[in-house]
């Protein structure tokens, strides 16, 4: 089965978003095993998010991640031109296996 | 540099078998699982299927169960998928992607990312 994201979310600069992934309780409402990558067009993804809310190195601390029974979160504040993405969520769903949501496509307007 | 250089794509038809290869480099290959994520043109990500550091454990997503087969070479740095029974609906480029954890439960950080390879099925 796929995560559930909103289609697109947008904001303005400098403001905040939130794009939700809503799952199970076989996957996101089981395991603290949520990670969020980031797609610019014609690149491979990037992790910007693990263990629910996690920054790997380098990552801004403008982007943060959190976990809500079977439903994740990712917030980007301060909201940049740059941040203009796709964003997709990823659960641990038992069984050796994994599991994306739909992604969700970012304007910054 | 860590690189993860993916091969073996192409138009296949309905019902055939591929196989897909990844060379992995700059980095210990045997110490991490390793994935195969795929993304339809224009669509988003899909995880197929992981392998353990030492093999010990595979994962499938429930459409290709039965039908593809994830296996490693440790000692030349390489992953593979055997893809059979093709179908059209596998129209997709696949991405081998590198674990940063041996172990398929790990923290869902797939750090390193090849650049795809288009498999196409059609008749």
């Known amino acids: 089965s796929v995560l559930s994201q909103p289609a697109s979310v947008s904001g303005s600069p400098g403001q905040s978003i939130t794009i939700s992934c809503n799952g199970t309780?076989?996957?996101?409402?089981?395991?603290?095993?949520v990670s969020w990558y980031r797609q610019d067009p014609g690149k491979a993804p990037k992790v910007i998010i693990y263990?629910?809310?996690k920054r790997p190195s380098g990552i801004s601390s403008r982007f943060s991640g959190s976990k809500s029974g079977n439903s994740a979160s990712l917030t980007i504040s301060g909201l940049q031109a740059e941040d203009e993405a796709d964003y997709y969520c990823?659960?641990?769903?038992?069984?050796?296996?994994?599991?994306f949501g739909g992604g969700t496509t970012l304007t910054v307007l | 540099e860590v690189q993860l250089a993916e091969s073996g794509g192409g138009l296949v038809q309905p019902g055939r078998s591929l196989r897909l290869a990844c060379a992995g480099s700059?980095?210990?290959?045997?110490?991490?699982?390793m994935h195969w994520v795929r993304q339809a043109p224009g669509k988003g990500l899909e995880w197929v299927s992981g392998?353990?550091?030492?093999?010990?454990?595979?994962g499938y997503t429930d459409s290709v169960k039965g039908r593809f087969t994830i296996s490693r070479d440790n000692a030349n740095n390489s992953l593979f998928l055997q893809m059979d029974g093709l179908r059209p609906e596998d129209t997709a480029f696949y991405y081998c992607?590198?674990?940063?954890?041996?172990?398929?439960?790990?923290?869902?950080?797939?750090?390193?990312w090849g650049r795809g390879t288009l498999v196409t099925v059609s008749s």
């Open positions: 992607v590198k674990d940063v954890k041996m172990w398929l439960v790990g923290e869902g950080r797939f750090d390193i």
């Open positions: 700059g980095f210990s290959f045997e110490d991490h699982a």
């Open positions: 392998i353990s550091w030492n093999s010990g454990a595979t």
């Open positions: 309780g076989s996957d996101i409402g089981f395991f603290n095993l």
């Open positions: 263990d629910v809310l």
């Open positions: 990823c659960s641990y769903a038992g069984g050796s296996t994994w599991v």
